[in-house]
């Protein structure tokens, strides 16, 4: 009996130091910002989003953003409720994500301030759509905050957005997506 | 004996901990994000179209410092046949717009050739949709309007008021998008009417707009509506107005197409001087066009 509950205490301590080892590794931060870009001779279309929630693992390097597409601002109000009702369909589909990896988080020194880059590659999910996407990560360290920035391009079409023949024109095919966030690690 | 079960026992228990500590650290399903947007609140858009059914408002307002640009046509009547070119030989007209004043708050100004008459509103958006945390099921608006009517005086020669020339026009205005393609609305109205033809008729007249609208393409959906005015109130010429149509969406443009037995673009009108019957073919084709500009 005493042998069992000294089993049971070890597993719970092993798993408690585990559980402080494994959080105290990650950043996060629920205020990082999106922004997408659409050149075309016709129209220039601008959008961000102040609202995203991203996070990675120092250790395993996984990354992770989430973001509403309803959350998307506009300069033009009309745009931005065609972009969420008949491009987006955010009713249908509210969320767009990012699940992949710093392809090198080891060689980023997290308690060292500095500038590294990385290659970052995942899986960028719009509307149901899943599609590899990478590109280059540039991290600046400051003082145990990390600003991470990215930039990235897709294609609408690849994304199940659905452009009608006469609007084609002002919507370009490769969109500019700018990623940029503050992360602080939640343990300090 | 009994020692080394627990031993054993203990082993196994690290060993499933140890996989599962790590098939965590390195799968995938890993999720650093507390995403629960359940939490969020998100307002209903795009109701309607724009922010007329087809004759009467819907819920729908312009953004702030946004106008809204309408030209409004009603043809004749189709019923006259082909030597009118059903209808399109006559045509009435408003020109108009509404301007954000902020995104709940409009204003608008018109003018229809319509008893040359002069119209302004002010419409507010006191509840929107919603859902998430503190839902809200309906979206509701007030809206009144005034119209003036510029004719010369069908009696100079007696003494008439300025104020013979006004109508109004106050509705609540609620609607609730039932998905993503349907949407209804319910628009209780008061009319007044500042001059009557005659001591039988009343000055207030209650009615009760009902419209709908269900979206059949992307940027294309049929619009219904209909005014139905509580009975012993007015001439009995007078019939209920109803409108169908369809609702064209292009961009920064709206293209409204439809058919109504109403003559009149503006509150008062169609509301009480609709004398058309649609079995009588007395019907007109119309069309609104709205065009955002954004300052």
């Not at chain 1, 009996?1 to 996060?28: D, E, P, R, V």
């Not at chain 2, 082909?82 to 409009?106: E, H, K, P, Q, V």
């Not at chain 2, 940027?219 to 509580?230: A, P």
């Not at chain 2, 007078?238 to 293209?255: C, K, Q, R, Y």
Request: hydrophobic share 40%.
């Amino acid at each position: 009996m005493t042998m069992k509950k000294i089993a049971l205490a070890f597993t719970a301590l092993l798993s408690l130091f585990a559980f402080i080892n494994h959080s105290g590794g990650i950043y996060k931060t629920n205020t990082g910002n999106i922004s997408f870009y659409s050149y075309t001779p016709v129209k220039d279309i601008r959008a961000s989003n102040h609202k995203v929630k991203t996070a990675f693992s120092s250790e395993s390097g996984q990354l992770q953003f989430s973001c509403l597409i309803k959350d998307f601002e506009f300069k033009n109000a009309l745009m931005q409720e065609h972009f969420n009702e008949n491009y987006m369909e955010s009713t249908t589909y509210p969320k767009a994500t990012f699940d992949g990896f710093i392809t090198s988080v080891s060689a980023i020194d997290f308690n060292k301030d500095g500038t590294y880059t990385s290659e970052v590659t995942g899986k960028l999910k719009i509307k149901d759509v899943s599609k590899k996407v990478s590109t280059t990560g540039t991290f600046f360290v400051t003082g145990g905050i990390v600003n991470a920035k990215a930039t990235f391009n897709v294609n609408p079409y690849d994304y199940n957005v659905k452009i009608p023949k006469m609007i084609a024109p002002k919507i370009s095919e490769s969109i500019e997506i700018i990623v940029d966030s503050d992360y602080t690690s939640n343990n300090k | 004996m009994q020692n080394f079960d627990y031993i054993h026992v203990l082993r196994i228990k690290l060993i499933l901990f140890l996989a599962f500590f790590y098939s965590n650290v390195f799968s995938q399903d890993l999720n650093l994000i507390d995403d629960n947007e359940s939490k969020e609140k998100i307002y209903t858009i795009a109701t309607f179209k724009t922010n007329r059914i087809v004759n009467g408002h819907s819920i729908e307002t312009v953004a702030k410092n946004e106008f809204d640009f309408k030209i409004s046509h009603r043809f004749g009547v189709v019923g006259n046949g082909f030597y009118d070119l059903f209808g399109l030989d006559y045509a009435s007209m408003r020109m108009g717009g509404d301007f954000g004043i902020t995104d709940n708050l409009n204003v608008g100004l018109g003018r229809s050739t319509v008893q040359k008459t002069y119209d302004g509103f002010i419409k507010y958006k006191f509840l929107k949709q919603s859902k998430g945390q503190k839902s809200c099921p309906i979206t509701g608006v007030i809206m009144s309007h005034m119209g003036i009517n510029s004719l010369k005086w069908t009696n100079p020669e007696r003494e008439n008021l300025f104020t013979s020339r006004l109508h109004f026009t106050h509705q609540l205005l609620i609607a609730r998008k039932f998905s993503k393609n349907f949407s209804a609305q319910i628009s209780p109205t008061l009319t007044h009417l500042n001059i009557v033809k005659n001591n039988n008729l009343a000055n207030d007249i209650i009615s009760i707009g009902i419209g709908a609208r269900q979206k059949i393409l992307t940027r294309v959906s049929v619009n219904f509506e209909y005014y139905y005015i509580l009975t012993d109130q007015i001439d009995e010429n007078s019939v209920n107005a109803l409108s169908l149509g369809f609702d064209i969406e292009t961009g920064g443009h709206v293209f409204q197409l439809f058919f109504t037995n109403a003559n009149s673009p503006f509150e008062k009108g169609f509301i009480t001087d609709t004398r058309g019957k649609w079995i009588d073919g007395d019907v007109r084709f119309g069309f609104n066009i709205a065009r955002i500009f954004d300052f």
